[in-house]
């Protein structure tokens, strides 16, 4: 059965920072949710792109020439194999579309960030 997501209640069941909830499957994507704080690590996927939908405070992604700054209601596509890092001064609550079994630090092995997949909410 088809049911409605409520994504102000499923921020609420989690308090860590920079481990991704899966909330939906999309066509070999899964919709994840993410809450962030600091800095991430520069990482790459190798054949994933990545979206970010920004749903609460502010949000970047850094690459290494420029970042792109986004408020709520924003979003931007990563295209894979492009390096970059995610950063937040104060905690945001980003959405994520990505395939289906992508490893959050891509290309690096970091035991501070590198979250399990598959962890559903």
């Not at 088809?2 to 899966?22: C, G, M, Q, Y």
């Not at 190798?46 to 290494?64: A, Q, S, T, Y």
């Not at 891509?106 to 501070?112: E, L, S, T």
């Amino acid at each position: 059965m088809t049911t409605k997501i409520n994504l102000d209640e499923k921020f609420s069941l989690f308090a860590e920072h920079w481990r991704p909830k899966v909330i939906a499957d999309l066509n070999r994507q899964e919709v994840k949710i993410v809450k962030v704080k600091g800095q991430f690590p520069w990482h790459h996927h190798e054949n994933e792109d990545e979206l970010f939908l920004v749903w609460k405070g502010n949000f970047r992604v850094e690459f290494r020439d420029y970042a792109i700054s986004m408020s709520p209601g924003e979003c931007v596509v990563v295209p894979r194999g492009v390096e970059h890092r995610t950063c937040a001064d104060e905690e945001a609550e980003v959405v994520c579309f990505e395939p289906k079994g992508v490893v959050n630090t891509g290309n690096v092995d970091d035991v501070m960030f590198t979250a399990p997949n598959g962890v559903r909410i």
